[in-house]
């Protein structure tokens, strides 16, 4: 067909873009700007949408990335010379969702962020987008795209808005410092230095220092970062990964949680799922300046979660291992830390036994330091026993120690550091050689008097002192909170000599010993912190420990569990392995709650799954059940949904079997919570229905309680409101009858809500004020910012716009801190519309477009709602 091409939609387009495209090079943008959007405006529907098969498939695609796009970025780019940001934005949400990878729409999106005043939104907005692009194609963005984000971090920040998301402010994390002399490693130090050299490296790497075991890779580490601390203002972090030595190395979810608690984020702050423990840390590392120094790294698959998620950290990792899948996919820098070069090792003995000792005695000073195999560790350890020794000469010593040395073949190590090590060893007293060897049978990485004290039998004071003499000997390094850790290969060598010198029924009574006091001291915390729950069973048959921790308030417990995190899954595993499980079950059991109340489920996730091994084994049903029941809510905590009912659904068929009514009732509340988790509102209230008459029944007040609360729950989202009214009443009125504080809190904030959904925003208002008061009371900061949020939507519906903004703003700030993005990204959607009801639309667009960026896919209604208020056409 031979037509005109002013009657092709597509030619007439084309024309329109090109004259727009010179209409920018000419500066005339608001020229520009009106052919640009009546060029999109042709481009209606789908293109060639009758042409099937592959060629037709094609050729749509190269229109729209050749053509259509291309005519955004033009109008896109005259709208921003027109200062124009919130119209960009508006445009830009619809086709990034369809083109998320797009760098050209991120740079625009930047800009516009940036033009309304949310600068650190840009910079988060661009954090997001490079870990999408590295996981989708493994590189970064483009040059231009970078330089924008370094603009941004460089720029003052003078216009930006007093709303926006403020950097974190530097962690109080106490980094450690060395004890004694460092000398040498003047190439390597320096060669680190060049990587604060911005000019050469503009964003911060991440550098692996690898070496053999024992030569010194974390010593240079915290020296070097100790020299530098006035560069990294954020703050420095040190991470054991743990990957080598007898303890499990640390899981990447288990190191997000515990670096976001070093970078001052509180243990019941910190995300339940990894994605979100990863934007978090994307959070805390945004604003730059902080070193994380990750040791003791087993391989890269461990840390490359990590890598990825610290983007704006500078990175230091040890580990035995090079890491080439980090040098070759991460772009990480690998330096080799080699054994100290003979100068320098002389150089460290000599400052270790003094210049005089030194000088009377060159030849057994240079036989000293060449055995010592230019391992730091090993010459630490000759220095003080040369030091402890002031009558021999230092060839007398060097003979001593040949005798011991053994060659080892194969092996990286050209002489066994048993030599060194079997050298202080025989120097002990009996009774510290025997403290030794029986704290080498821990499994975990710390030691206390106490713990000490259980495996030897002997009294804490006792422990202590000799724990005092190992750590002058250089057997034990000091920890924090009065406690010791072992080197790996010190802690392999002490569990050696024990099982070479003590019998095996010697050492298996004091691991019984050491797993007796674990359970004892849980059982205390169960007791202090539940003191109305039903009791975890006592052990029954228990062996003598001669000290107990004793805890006076809460808190200690807490910070005792804190301390021992590392440990407790060490000593549950230990239990299962050497058959003790009437302890690997009860000692989970008695800290669950303490999982409740921290958050800290990963840990306790992983003991319950060795506890309900050994509960079966036991051959103890209602320990099968309890523990199952536990595991349940352990993967309903980390949103393991289909794992949860499984536990659930075969604890309710064992409970029945049993005729276990207090399990049976149990299991069908969890039943019903799981089906609530997946928005069957009509199944799970009627598990709840079925639960409430046996916990009647049995007498189980706050059961009942809980009870009508989840009826209430699942009625208000059914929509039956008058039934979740009178169920949240009667909920409330049993827990004001038995003074639970939080489950009033909890109730009166749904009974707001409902309220406010119902237009009865007076009553509401009373409802949450209660609230509020109820969860200060209790400290209950999650239910106290879904509080705030409803307090801020009821004083929108009762026209108090100031004060809703005040509140839906302190309820964001809440949210983001929990990371409750849902209540954030309520409030946000609440906000927007307060602020537009304000006359101040640009930054209602601003609240709009963050609470989109938040919403959770799942929420279709509200993502549609957002868009809506955004402009934007739903597909």
């Given at each position: 067909m031979d037509l005109d091409s002013d009657l092709v939609d597509y030619h007439r387009f084309s024309r329109l873009t090109a004259a727009g495209r010179a209409a920018n090079s000419a500066g005339d943008h608001l020229r520009a700007k009106r052919l640009l959007s009546e060029a999109i405006g042709l481009w209606g529907g789908i293109p060639l949408a009758d042409v099937r098969g592959e060629w037709g498939t094609e050729k749509r695609s190269v229109m729209v990335a050749n053509d259509l796009l291309r005519a955004y970025y033009a109008l896109f780019e005259a709208q921003l010379r027109l200062s124009e940001h919130v119209e960009v934005l508006q445009q830009l949400v619809p086709l990034i969702e369809q083109h998320p990878l797009d760098e050209t729409l991120a740079r625009f999106r930047m800009l516009a962020m940036e033009g309304v005043g949310d600068r650190n939104g840009a910079t988060a907005y661009y954090m997001r987008f490079r870990r999408l692009l590295h996981n989708e194609y493994g590189s970064p963005p483009a040059l231009e795209l970078e330089r924008l984000y370094s603009r941004m971090l460089e720029a003052p920040h003078a216009g930006v808005r007093d709303d926006a998301p403020k950097p974190p402010e530097p962690p109080g994390y106490d980094f450690p410092s060395l004890r004694g002399p460092f000398k040498g490693r003047v190439a390597l130090l320096d060669r680190l230095d060049a990587f604060l050299d911005a000019r050469t490296y503009p964003?911060?790497?991440?550098?692996?220092?690898?070496?053999?075991?024992?030569?010194?890779?974390?010593?240079?580490?915290?020296?070097?970062?100790?020299?530098?601390?006035?560069?990294?203002?954020?703050?420095?972090?040190?991470?054991?990964?743990?990957?080598?030595?007898?303890?499990?190395?640390?899981?990447?979810?288990?190191?997000?949680?515990?670096?976001?608690?070093?970078?001052?984020?509180?243990?019941?702050?910190?995300?339940?799922?990894?994605?979100?423990?990863?934007?978090?840390?994307?959070?805390?590392?945004?604003?730059?300046?902080?070193?994380?120094?990750?040791?003791?790294?087993?391989?890269?698959?461990?840390?490359?979660?990590?890598?990825?998620?610290?983007?704006?950290?500078?990175?230091?990792?040890?580990?035995?291992?090079?890491?080439?899948?980090?040098?070759?996919?991460?772009?990480?820098?690998?330096?080799?830390?080699?054994?100290?070069?003979?100068?320098?090792?002389?150089?460290?003995?000599?400052?270790?036994?003094?210049?005089?000792?030194?000088?009377?005695?060159?030849?057994?000073?240079?036989?000293?330091?060449?055995?010592?195999?230019?391992l730091p560790l090993a010459l630490k350890i000759i220095g003080q026993h040369v030091a402890d020794r002031p009558r021999e000469t230092l060839a007398d010593l060097a003979g001593q120690f040949r005798a011991h040395r053994v060659l080892i073949s194969g092996d990286e190590e050209t002489y066994s550091l048993d030599a060194v090590f079997s050298w202080s060893y025989q120097a002990l007293a009996p009774d510290t050689a025997r403290v030794f060897r029986a704290v080498g049978l821990h499994p975990g990485p710390r030691l206390h008097g106490d713990s000490a004290a259980a495996l030897a039998g002997i009294t804490s004071s006792r422990a202590n002192r000799c724990l005092k003499r190992l750590a002058r000997a250089h057997l034990l390094d000091h920890d924090v909170a009065g406690g010791f850790r072992f080197h790996d290969l010190l802690h392999q060598y002490a569990a050696d000599r024990a099982r070479e010198i003590d019998a095996p029924g010697e050492r298996r009574q004091a691991v019984e010993r050491l797993l007796t006091w674990y359970v004892e001291t849980a059982i205390d915390v169960f007791t202090l912190l539940s003191p109305q729950s039903r009791p975890v069973p006592p052990l029954p048959v228990s062996c003598v420990v001669v000290d107990r921790v004793i805890f006076s308030a809460d808190?200690?417990?807490?910070?005792?569990?804190?301390?021992?995190?590392?440990?407790?899954?060490?000593?549950?595993?230990?239990?299962?392995?050497?058959?003790?499980?009437?302890?690997?079950?009860?000692?989970?059991?008695?800290?669950?709650?303490?999982?409740?109340?921290?958050?800290?489920?990963?840990?306790?996730?992983?003991?319950?799954?060795?506890?309900?091994?050994?509960?079966?084994?036991?051959?103890?049903?209602?320990?099968?059940?309890?523990?199952?029941?536990?595991?349940?809510?352990?993967?309903?905590?980390?949103?393991?949904?289909?794992?949860?009912?499984?536990?659930?659904?075969?604890?309710?068929?064992?409970?029945?079997?049993?005729?276990?009514?207090?399990?049976?009732?149990?299991?069908?509340?969890?039943?019903?919570?799981?089906?609530?988790?997946?928005?069957?509102?009509?199944?799970?209230?009627?598990?709840?229905?079925?639960?409430?008459?046996?916990?009647?029944?049995?007498?189980?007040?706050?059961?009942?309680?809980?009870?009508?609360?989840?009826?209430?729950?699942?009625?208000?989202?059914?929509?039956?409101?008058?039934?979740?009214?009178?169920?949240?009443?009667?909920?409330?009125?049993?827990?004001?009858?038995?003074?639970?504080?939080?489950?009033?809190?909890?109730?009166?904030?749904?009974?707001?809500?409902?309220?406010?959904?119902?237009?009865?925003?007076?009553?509401?208002?009373?409802?949450?004020?209660?609230?509020?008061?109820?969860?200060?009371?209790?400290?209950?900061?999650?239910?106290?910012?879904?509080?705030?949020?409803?307090?801020?939507?009821?004083?929108?519906?009762?026209?108090?716009?100031?004060?809703?903004?005040?509140?839906?703003?302190?309820?964001?700030?809440?949210?983001?801190?929990?990371?409750?993005?849902?209540?954030?990204?309520?409030?946000?959607h609440l906000i927007g519309h307060v602020l537009t009801a304000l006359g101040d639309e640009e930054a209602a667009v601003v609240a709009w477009m963050r609470a989109l960026d938040l919403c959770p896919s799942s929420d279709e209604l509200l993502r549609d709602s957002l868009r809506e208020h955004l402009g934007l056409k739903i597909d």
């Open positions: 964003h911060p790497p991440a550098v692996v220092l690898h070496g053999m075991p024992a030569v010194g890779k974390t010593r240079l580490a915290v020296h070097w970062a100790n020299l530098h601390r006035e560069h990294f203002a954020g703050g420095r972090v040190l991470l054991d990964m743990r990957g080598y030595g007898p303890d499990e190395p640390l899981t990447a979810d288990n190191a997000l949680a515990l670096l976001l608690e070093r970078l001052g984020v509180p243990a019941d702050q910190i995300p339940i799922a990894a994605e979100h423990r990863s934007r978090a840390l994307r959070r805390a590392l945004a604003g730059g300046g902080v070193l994380l120094v990750l040791d003791n790294v087993r391989d890269a698959a461990q840390v490359r979660s990590l890598v990825d998620a610290a983007g704006e950290a500078f990175i230091l990792l040890t580990s035995r291992d090079r890491l080439p899948e980090l040098v070759i996919n991460e772009g990480a820098y690998a330096l080799v830390v080699p054994e100290l070069a003979h100068a320098e090792c002389v150089d460290l003995l000599q400052s270790m036994i003094g210049q005089d000792r030194a000088a009377q005695d060159p030849w057994g000073l240079d036989e000293l330091t060449t055995l010592s195999g230019g808190q200690e417990a807490l910070d005792w569990c804190a301390l021992e995190r590392e440990n407790i899954v060490a000593v549950t595993k230990l239990a299962a392995d050497k058959g003790f499980h009437e302890h690997a079950w009860r000692l989970p059991a008695a800290l669950h709650e303490v999982s409740e109340r921290s958050g800290n489920h990963d840990d306790m996730l992983a003991c319950h799954e060795i506890a309900l091994e050994s509960a079966k084994a036991t051959g103890d049903g209602e320990a099968e059940m309890g523990t199952r029941n536990n595991l349940g809510l352990l993967y309903l905590n980390v949103h393991r949904l289909d794992d949860a009912y499984r536990q659930f659904t075969m604890n309710l068929a064992m409970a029945r079997r049993a005729c276990f009514e207090l399990c049976e009732a149990v299991s069908l509340n969890n039943i019903g919570i799981v089906h609530f988790e997946h928005g069957d509102d009509r199944t799970a209230l009627r598990y709840y229905q079925e639960s409430l008459p046996i916990h009647r029944r049995l007498g189980l007040r706050e059961g009942e309680g809980y009870q009508f609360h989840r009826m209430g729950m699942a009625l208000h989202r059914l929509g039956q409101f008058d039934e979740a009214r009178a169920s949240y009443l009667e909920g409330l009125r049993i827990r004001l009858e038995i003074g639970h504080v939080r489950g009033q809190g909890a109730t009166l904030t749904a009974l707001a809500a409902l309220h406010q959904e119902l237009g009865e925003p007076e009553i509401g208002l009373e409802y949450c004020l209660q609230g509020l008061r109820a969860h200060r009371t209790t400290g209950d900061r999650v239910e106290a910012c879904r509080a705030q949020c409803t307090l801020a939507a009821i004083e929108y519906d009762l026209g108090e716009l100031d004060l809703a903004r005040e509140h839906a703003g302190q309820a964001i700030a809440l949210a983001e801190e929990l990371h409750e993005l849902y209540a954030a990204t309520k409030s946000l």
